[in-house]
T-cell receptor
């Protein structure tokens, strides 16, 4: 119940494409859902986050879609660029303030 | 603003040896986290400090792992004795409050041979 399931494991898109990464959770006590971006040799960095009272949030080219009834949320990257190539992690946080991370998606954006 | 500093960046040790990692959080951040990231997986929380007190260490293997945060600033994570399965990147993160955004350091890559 504490898991966050993430898919796909890897993704290749062409420059300008819209990669979509999906996550699902079981614990309805989760109330904060961030996405992290991690480049090789670096720590994860917060990209965008959403709370369950909102169905969509946009920041620049990054959009989170949230479906509370299905307990699913996804990250969309508009007009993807080679510089977006990284590993993306979804996460969820509940009352204990502990972040539970997904298994990650390795994104490659080809020029 | 300086980020979270960790050292060393890399460490290779033999199994059954001991190792220690150091973390200096962002100045003023009360909450400090240690995560373990095994290759191909997401980070897993090992221990969370609020100032110099432990908030959550439920996933810390206490028979071999220990951590402390003296004076509520720097922190050290120790493994003694190390096992092959401890090979991972150990990430330190800090946040202003327990509900605040967590900022991660670059991590220490540990290889146990």
């Amino acid at each position: 119940q504490q898991q966050v399931k993430q898919s796909p494991q890897s993704l290749i898109v062409q420059k300008g494409g819209i990669p979509i990464i999906n996550c699902a959770y079981e614990n309805t006590a989760f109330d904060y859902f961030p996405w992290y971006q991690q480049f090789p040799g670096k720590g994860p960095a917060l990209l965008i986050a959403i709370r369950p009272d909102v169905s969509e949030k946009k920041e620049g080219r990054f959009t989170i879609s949230f479906n509370k009834s299905a307990k699913q949320f996804s990250l969309h990257i508009m007009d993807s660029q080679p510089g977006d190539s990284a590993t993306y992690f979804c996460a969820a946080r509940g009352a204990t303030n502990k972040l539970i991370f997904g298994t990650g998606t390795l994104l490659a954006v080809q020029p | 603003e300086a980020g979270v500093a960790q050292s060393p960046r890399y460490k290779i040790i033999e199994k059954r040896q001991s190792v220690a990692f150091w973390c200096n959080p962002i100045s003023g951040h009360a909450t400090l986290y240690w995560y373990q990231q095994i290759l191909g997986q997401g980070p897993k929380l090992l221990i969370q400090f609020q100032n110099n007190g432990v908030v959550d260490d439920s996933q810390l293997p206490k028979d071999r792992f220990s951590a402390e945060r003296l004076k509520g600033v720097d922190s050290t994570l120790k493994i003694q004795p190390a096992k092959l399965e401890d090979s991972a990147v150990y990430l330190c993160a800090s946040s202003l409050t327990r509900q605040g955004e967590a900022f991660f350091g670059q991590g220490t890559r540990l290889t146990v041979v």
